[in-house]
């Protein structure tokens, strides 16, 4: 792939399979919102986000020693080709451009091509090129990682379809002991559900963020009973299933917790 830029030096190559589609990974280069929420350790804020289809601009808070430091960034991509480029414009980092080509494998599977190119200067070095070559393959082999694994839960979300139909019954013990159990997590036909204390009382929600199928049972409830989902901030009140960040998003249905009379627990999933 390697593409030649006037001023700039190739620093390293990074390689490698990840197990998702073309589709999954365009939509993720162009899902500027996750990265303080996914990638918290890399991106401390994003804000000044200018966003269209063929790519985003914006300013990203990075971690530093001392304290954060921004970059104004921009990506752009050209599906045709099967490329995209990050641009540091200004901040840290200013005049690097990484170039990003990717390779259908499989039907599900993507070969990543990812070269650094770093602005050169009378005083810079080849051993200082090297080092930042490898402090940015290291960067991305982490983003990647965690990108994988956000677009293979994605795609399992979208492959899972429709909530179960019919009426469901499952028994959960008495509330003592499911109490002592807390937060549960129960497949209930091919659902994933679970079970919090909210204010003193049991609560079901469903563990599928209605934005993008984020993984709510990795959330833990606040003191006002909300969650927020860990892949791109959006946080919502279980006892209603409503958005409380004004985004109108409401959580998919859930069954209901029935406690008869001799304190035993079940979950009762009736669509109807």
Same mark, same amino acid.
């Given at each position: +792939?390697?593409?030649?830029? =006037?001023?700039?030096?190739? !620093?390293?190559?990074?390689?490698?399979e990840?197990?998702?589609?073309?589709?999954?990974?365009w939509?993720?280069?162009?899902?500027?919102?996750?990265?303080?929420?996914?990638?918290?350790?890399?991106?401390?804020?994003i804000r000044e986000?200018?966003?269209?289809r063929?790519?985003?601009? =914006?300013?990203?808070?990075?971690?530093?020693? /001392? !304290? &954060?430091?921004?970059?104004?960034?921009?990506?752009?991509?050209?599906?045709?080709?099967?490329?995209?480029?990050?641009r540091?414009?200004?901040?840290?980092? @200013?005049?690097?451009?990484?170039?990003?080509?990717?390779?259908?494998?499989?039907?599900?599977? *993507?070969?990543?091509?990812?070269e650094?190119?770093? &602005? +050169?200067?009378? =005083?810079?070095g080849?051993?200082?090129?090297?080092?930042? /070559?490898?402090l940015?393959?290291?960067?991305?082999?982490?983003l990647?990682d965690?990108?994988?694994?956000? +677009?293979?839960?994605? @795609?399992?979300? %979208?492959?899972? /379809?429709?909530?179960?139909?019919?009426?469901?019954?499952?028994?959960?013990?008495?509330?003592?002991?499911?109490?002592?159990?807390?937060? @549960?997590?129960?497949?209930?036909?091919?659902?994933?559900?679970?079970?919090?204390?909210?204010?003193?009382?049991?609560?079901?929600h =469903? *563990?599928?963020?209605?934005? @993008?199928?984020?993984?709510?049972?990795?959330?833990? &409830?606040?003191?006002?009973?909300?969650?927020v989902?860990?892949?791109?901030?959006?946080?919502?009140? %279980?006892?209603?299933?409503?958005?409380?960040?004004?985004?109108r998003?409401?959580?998919?249905?859930?069954?209901t917790?029935?406690?008869?009379? /001799?304190?035993?627990?079940?979950?009762?999933?009736?669509?109807?």
């Amino acid at each position: +792939m390697s593409i030649e830029i =006037a001023g700039l030096s190739l !620093a390293a190559v990074y390689e490698r399979e990840v197990a998702a589609s073309l589709d999954r990974i365009w939509e993720n280069v162009l899902d500027w919102e996750h990265l303080p929420w996914l990638h918290s350790s890399s991106f401390l804020a994003i804000r000044e986000v200018e966003a269209e289809r063929l790519g985003w601009r =914006a300013c990203v808070l990075l971690p530093h020693p /001392g !304290a &954060p430091r921004p970059a104004w960034i921009e990506v752009r991509i050209d599906r045709a080709s099967g490329r995209y480029v990050t641009r540091t414009l200004a901040g840290v980092g @200013q005049g690097t451009e990484i170039w990003t080509r990717l390779d259908r494998a499989a039907e599900r599977r *993507t070969r990543v091509t990812v070269e650094f190119h770093l &602005p +050169m200067s009378g =005083a810079t070095g080849h051993a200082e090129i090297r080092d930042a /070559g490898a402090l940015y393959t290291a960067l991305y082999t982490r983003l990647w990682d965690e990108d994988e694994a956000m +677009m293979v839960r994605r @795609q399992e979300v %979208l492959d899972a /379809g429709a909530a179960p139909r019919g009426t469901t019954v499952v028994p959960l013990g008495p509330a003592s002991s499911l109490r002592a159990k807390l937060p @549960q997590v129960i497949d209930l036909a091919g659902a994933r559900i679970r079970v919090v204390e909210v204010a003193g009382k049991l609560c079901a929600h =469903a *563990t599928v963020c209605p934005h @993008q199928g984020g993984p709510l049972e990795e959330a833990v &409830p606040d003191g006002e009973g909300c969650i927020v989902c860990p892949w791109h901030g959006y946080r919502f009140d %279980l006892r209603t299933g409503r958005s409380t960040d004004g985004r109108r998003l409401v959580l998919p249905a859930a069954p209901t917790l029935h406690e008869d009379a /001799g304190g035993e627990v079940s979950l009762v999933w009736d669509p109807a």
